[in-house]
């Protein structure tokens, strides 16, 4: 129950009807009994900064930054953790006695995700579709990981940038997301991990790229979860991008709670939301 002295946390974003991450954090919570909620919030592109104000103003206790916010909020916190600043993306702010404190939870969230279907992330070949605030932390982390990453972005300029800020020892290189960058990618990979919002399915009908040249390829990681995928097996296997919701936002529970995260309530209060299991 929402009291007078509750401790308050949020998502900022647009679109957030969608999002999972109320119900993970708020189940968990009352299964806790911990006196804290968290609550959702539509805010664009030009209403980030007054939102963040807000939470000052209010005294939230912290809040996830969700697509399109990642890295403009870069700008408006007080300080950012060294994880941030290097991937140059937030997704988890904390309020601290020195201010708003960015973190990234992303990209961690993502490899706990991979290992715990048996991908080990790690001097692999991996194709990064996108190069939004997701993109940054992945590409990051997989770079870190030794693996031989290839963005692919429909903004050429974008995918640059976000190979030329990463300063891991794996191999980045980058190419405009067409027809066939991602055909050939797809034949060539050992994972394709999609950061745009469009389910890899659909960009491979969109593109006109023939099922069968692409079907037998790597592993599939779409993180994108508010558009079902069309059903066609594509690739080794699937990762669900809701293993990954659940690794970042037990992440950034660790943050905000200072103290180890429930990680299989977290999961199971999704799970039976949702009334099945994702795997
Ligand atoms: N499962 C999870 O835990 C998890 C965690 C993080 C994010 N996500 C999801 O990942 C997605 C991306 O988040 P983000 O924060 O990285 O967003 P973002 O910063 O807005 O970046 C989105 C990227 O997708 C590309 N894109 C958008 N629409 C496209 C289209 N129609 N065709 C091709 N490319 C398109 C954009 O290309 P341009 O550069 O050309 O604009 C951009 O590079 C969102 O759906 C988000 O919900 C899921």
Redesign the pocket.
Known sequence: MIKGDTKVYSLYGSPVAHSFSPVIFNTTFEKLSLNRAYLPFEVSRENLKQAVEAARTLGFDGFNV???H?TAILEILDRLDKNAEEIGAVNTVAKTKSGLVGYNT?GE?AIRALRSYGFQPNNKRIIVL??????QALVHCLSSENNTVRIL???LD?ARQVADNTTGPGRVSYEE?AKSSLEKGMEDSDLLVN????PTSTLVSQLKIPFNNVKDTGWIFD????QPPKPIPLGRGTIS?LE??VH?AALSYQIWLNQRAPFDLMRSSLVDYLGKDWR
């Open positions: 969700t697509m399109p990642k992303d969230g996108g190069a939004g605030g997701a993109a972005n429909r903004t974008k997301l950061t745009t919002p469009i993180l994108a979860y508010d991008p990954m919701l970042q």
